[in-house]
């Protein structure tokens, strides 16, 4: 058995489940459910095998139907499985129907995506957020989920003797949301003190999807440690750092990733967060070129942007990972041309946002990405601060 195999082999046990709809293709469902098998290696659950099911609707007591649900119980028990999770959202009264029938834990992406971010989250200000995106996950699953509050420390995938405290267990999460968004109000007046304080420099923040490279290029633009890992969420706190390229300086910030179905109540909890991509003066919008759906992968960037109402602000595109596919630049355009993909001439070239194609992790053209950056932060530092003009 190889280390990998052997690192895998203590691991809880899972099983991926998706529907695909009437407006959605199998191949989009299989990325979908590849994403889930990632979130939940993340978390630390090994996936045995994926399912999914072509219906009209979901079923509003089981989500799929009962026949694939016979399947996946059977599978589910011949292998000892763990848990069952759902690439979408499963209302309380599902998650209850499922739990009879599989006979085991249930999770939806988004109690998952929810796990991932208390596991991860280090600072109290990260601890704060999510526990709150936890409780208001928690309050419509409550009746199945309850256990005694004063025993429970934050987690989610609760468990308990019943509904007969229903209604007090309700008003205690109520009132613990209630603090906790007091709390984060408090801290939301420090952390716009501390933007204040930063000085009259423009703020440039890397956006993009999770795990496409924001954290490796903002530690070679700042020469920083900056916590990188290929995996989902490998940074949940906003980083900032000051960088001067040439001689001119600037604050450059790392944000947490995007994803698809992202929890509502984690953008809400997030919200101060995410203030730093609302006061930026450039947004680095990062891509990973050799990702089989990087376009939509975009598309879900843009619509959580444009929800931050933060479309007007300049953006630069950056396209990394171009050392996992084959391309070919040509230096006189900038452009690249691939047998996998075809750059040259598509919309990646006729977009209005200026572009630049790197490996981040090669350091290739990296020195592009900084000429580019230079122009555009410099072009706002001389309308703002004519007075420092001199400095370049």
């Known amino acids: 058995m190889s280390d990998a195999q052997d ?18 293709s199998p191949e989009s469902v299989n990325e979908y459910l590849d994403e889930l ?35 996946i119980a059977s599978f589910i028990h011949s292998s ?36 991932i971010f208390a596991k991860r989250a280090l600072t109290s200000y990260a601890k704060v957020q999510v526990e709150l995106a936890q409780y208001q996950y928690l309050l419509p699953r409550l009746t199945r989920m309850w256990t005694h509050l004063e025993r429970q420390k934050g987690g989610v995938n609760l468990r308990g003797p019943g509904e007969t405290e229903l209604e007090t267990d309700r008003r205690i999460i109520r009132q613990r949301i209630s603090r906790l968004k007091e709390e984060l109000a408090q801290i939301d007046k420090q952390m716009v003190t501390q933007r204040k304080n930063r000085g009259k420099l423009v703020r440039v923040s890397l956006v993009g999807y999770t795990n496409v490279g924001k954290s490796t290029i903002m530690n070679l633009l700042s020469k920083s440690d900056v916590f990188a890992e290929d995996k989902l969420f490998a940074t949940l706190d906003t980083t900032v750092r000051k960088v001067t390229i040439g001689n001119l300086p600037f604050l450059l910030s790392d944000t947490v990733g995007f994803i698809r179905k992202l929890p509502h109540a984690l953008i809400e909890s997030f919200k101060s967060t995410l203030d730093e991509v609302r006061e930026s003066d450039v947004l680095i919008h990062v891509i990973d070129i050799s990702h089989p759906a990087f376009e939509e992968q975009i598309d879900t960037v843009n619509k959580i942007l444009s929800e931050l109402n933060v479309t007007r602000i300049p953006i630069i595109h950056v396209f990394n990972k171009t050392d996992k596919v084959p391309v070919v630049f040509d230096d006189s355009s900038g452009y690249a041309e691939s047998e996998s993909k ?11 946002h200026p572009s630049v194609f790197i490996s981040a992790t090669r350091k290739d053209r990296i020195p592009e990405l900084k000429d580019l950056l230079y122009g555009i932060v410099k072009e706002i530092h001389a309308v703002r601060y004519p007075y420092n003009n001199f400095l370049y």
């Open 37 to 71: 098998e990632f979130l939940a290696e993340t978390y630390g659950i090994k996936t045995l095998k994926q399912f999914r099911q072509k219906i009209r609707q979901a079923d509003p007591a089981t989500y799929i139907g009962r026949g694939k649900l016979d399947e």
């Open 80 to 115: 000892h499985i763990k848990y069952a999770i759902f690439d979408d959202e499963l209302s309380g009264s599902q998650a209850r129907n499922l739990e009879k029938i599989l006979k085991c834990e249930i999770l939806d992406r988004t109690g998952l995506i929810l796990n």
């Open 7 to 24: 690192s895998l082999s203590h691991l809880p046990t899972a099983v991926l489940i998706g529907a695909v709809l009437p407006d959605q």
């Open 342 to 352: 075809t750059i040259n001439g598509s919309w990646l070239q006729s977009t209005y």
